[in-house]
């Protein structure tokens, strides 16, 4: 009897992991999508989501540069939440924001993440281009409540805009943002994996936890060197807002950094680790 049910346990497994096929890529151009609700209602999401990031991250940017400011008398340097808390509440916020949302778009929250999901054929080119645009949007108008609230300490602190910190220069800003992004979109592309799902769904693995982790991780390595960006509309919102010449002389890394660190992960996910260049040249010799 034992020895039954185990070989009809193990034909079962064979079964599945022989019936599990990965699900379709999404279209270049989807058109059916803009007549959609669900595609305005992700928009709103991607929006309000990182309006509340960029709102909650940026204040406590500024309150701890507040708390530890040496002109004000009687102030502790080494008091307020430090890099660590900064860290922590990036990291926790994603790790929230991407709990809520995932369900309604995907909870991108980051245009370099959404850049890497569309090389990954996970979303459409429409759908990847207005994600950025509902992002960079939410990013100017979370700053900008940030600002309308506490301009004398917003204005004062630098406004939680990324620049490439003293002693270091452009190439290393560059590179450090480059691999940031790369740990982030490599976390997510892993988190979400659909055959990971199937094939360790007795191991319960909560997406947005892993990805909140990779953000906090990546800020404790980054924030000395950049403030940490990885995130295009995190740093494009704090820039636009704060509009001073030095954030604007450095956005550059910014973009290229995260998108060149997006296409990386996404290359490595997809046709390393998921073999989807042996997939291919063995599709092409079967038709040849």
């Known amino acids: 009897m034992t020895k039954d049910v185990e070989v009809e346990v193990a034909e079962q497994v064979e079964f599945s992991a022989k019936d599990y ?24 999401a991607e929006f309000i989501a990182t309006l509340l990031f960029l709102y909650i991250t940026v204040l406590t940017v500024i309150g701890y540069k507040s708390q530890t400011d040496p002109s004000k008398p009687g102030v502790d340097e080494c008091g307020g939440v430090g890099i660590l808390g900064i860290a922590w509440a990036f990291g926790g916020m994603i790790f929230i ?7 309604i778009s995907g909870g ?4 370099a993440v959404t850049f890497g999901l569309f090389l990954g054929q996970k979303v459409s080119l429409i ?9 960079c949007a939410g990013a100017i108008c ?15 602190y630098g406004g939680g805009a990324n620049a490439v910190a003293p002693g270091y220069n452009k190439g290393t800003a560059l590179g450090a943002e480059i691999i940031g992004t790369f740990v982030l979109v490599y976390t997510v592309f892993s988190a979400t994996d659909p055959k990971r799902n199937a094939r360790d769904s007795h191991v319960p693995v909560l997406a947005p936890l ?9 800020h404790l390595a980054t924030i000395p060197i950049t403030g940490t960006g990885i995130n295009p509309a995190r740093s494009f919102g704090a820039a636009v807002i704060f509009n001073e010449s030095k954030p604007w ?17 996404a290359f490595y996910h997809q046709y390393i680790l998921r073999a ?11 038709n040849a």
């Not at 924001?97 to 369900?103: D, E, Q, R």
């Not at 281009?129 to 992002?135: D, E, P």
């Not at 989807?276 to 079967?286: D, E, V």
Request: a positive charge; one cysteine or more.
């Open 21 to 44: 096929h990965d699900p379709p890529p999404a279209p270049l151009i989807d058109p059916e999508e803009i007549g959609q609700w669900s595609f305005y209602r992700a928009l709103i």
């Open 97 to 103: 924001l991407v709990y809520c949302t995932a369900g």
């Open 108 to 111: 991108h929250i980051n245009p």
């Open 127 to 135: 759908r990847a281009v207005m994600y950025m645009v509902a992002q």
């Open 142 to 156: 979370g700053v900008g409540l940030v600002k309308g609230f506490q301009k004398a300490y917003y204005v004062r």
């Open 210 to 218: 892993p990805i909140g982790f990779a953000v906090f991780m990546v």
């Open 249 to 265: 002389d450095d956005h550059w890394i910014f973009w290229v950094g995260p998108f060149v660190g997006a296409a990386i992960a």
């Open 276 to 286: 989807g260049a042996i997939k291919a040249l063995g599709s092409f010799r079967s």
